[in-house]
């Protein structure tokens, strides 16, 4: 039990909530109610290039990329980066929030009916300066809802043909795994599919991890095309826009004092070892100490910290693992 005033604070208890395999793990799309630990949106890298491109293209076609593909696993921000993409996206057009209103409705269909892989909205009418564009967003490329027994590399193959060849008022925004990337890529190859094949060989090289892997916002030879390795992307590093690394910013969220009880006013009093971690991971030396090591870690490993992976770590060193009763 905690005293009156350390009953209101909010951590560390809601901090077990962070945890990849509890409610902070995943979010859905559109859904204010899940996924979002700290309620704040992390500045990445990738978000400060969407934010631009949302500008660009709703002022018009031309010089911009209309085909995007945001590659990575799951944790890396995916959801999050659509939705900020589509609020910016609103705001350029001058939709009033209309924007986000009818993508909210395929991707909260009625009970019973299944969320459809691929959501196509119009935006001409939503607003008075509104350009006509078609914006189709697959929230997830492994995804086979009503694909008539297609696999979701044929899919990706299809719904790329189709973007490619529909002409400058219309934009695709796809997050995809390796996995189906890859997957892809061979059924283009044994299909004979050249341009496929040409396209998605760019994209596969372009995220690679090699010195000298080609540009990939816009992609090589490919101008209507832009491609971003969420999943290699460090969130221990500063957004070339400046800010702090993201990594950071979600630390000193779970560090908050405001959220935490007053030292000491607990039944665990100076000795609490919560509030204890929280007074020394607060610290800029410790803070710094504990960010490098998560960094030397991706270094050695050639791996990354995933936002869901960051959010578990973050819930375990200042909350603790709670295991759950047995039925």
């Not at 609103?90 to 993508?103: M, N, P, Q, R, T």
């Not at 997830?140 to 809802?145: G, I, L």
């Not at 027994?149 to 925004?173: C, N, R, S």
């Not at 995933?306 to 578990?312: C, E, K, T």
Request: with cysteine.
């Amino acid at each position: 039990m905690m005293t009156g005033e350390s009953i209101v604070a909010p951590y560390p208890a809601q901090l077990l909530n962070w945890a990849g395999n509890r409610a902070g793990g995943v979010r859905r799309l559109f859904d204010d109610t899940s996924g979002r630990p700290g309620k704040a949106v992390f500045e990445t890298n990738l978000l400060h290039r969407l934010e631009a491109w949302a500008g660009s293209i709703a002022s018009g076609p031309g010089g911009v990329p209309r085909i995007l593909l945001l590659v990575g696993g799951p944790g890396n921000g995916k959801t999050e980066a659509i939705e900020s993409t589509v609020a910016w996206l609103d705001v350029s057009l001058g939709a009033g929030g209309k924007l986000a209103s009818e993508l909210k409705k395929s991707f909260f269909p009625p009970e019973g009916t299944a969320v459809p892989r691929l959501v196509r909205v119009d935006t001409s009418g939503l607003g008075p300066d509104a350009r006509a564009l078609g914006l189709s967003i697959v929230q997830d490329a492994s995804a086979v809802v009503g694909a008539a027994g297609k696999q979701a590399a044929q899919l990706l193959l299809d719904e790329l043909d189709a973007v490619q060849g529909a002409g400058p008022g219309e934009a695709y925004l796809c997050c995809v795994n390796r996995g189906v990337l890859d997957d892809a890529l061979i059924e283009a190859i044994d299909t004979e599919r050249e341009g496929a094949r040409r396209l998605l060989e760019a994209v596969t090289r372009s995220v690679s991890l090699a010195p000298d892997a080609p540009s990939c916002w816009p992609l090589a030879g490919f101008a209507d095309v832009a491609v971003w390795p969420m999943d290699a992307e460090s969130l221990l590093l500063t957004p070339a826009a400046g800010g702090d690394e993201p990594a950071r910013s979600l630390l000193r969220t779970a560090l908050d004092d405001q959220l935490w009880p007053v030292p000491g006013s607990c039944l665990g009093g100076p000795s609490c070892p919560f509030c204890g971690s929280r007074e020394r991971l607060a610290r800029e030396r410790e803070e710094t100490s504990l960010l490098q090591i998560l960094r030397w870690f991706e270094v050695a490993s050639g791996k990354r910290w995933s936002f869901r992976d960051l959010f578990s770590l973050v819930s375990y060193l200042l909350a603790g693992h709670r295991v759950s009763p047995r039925a």
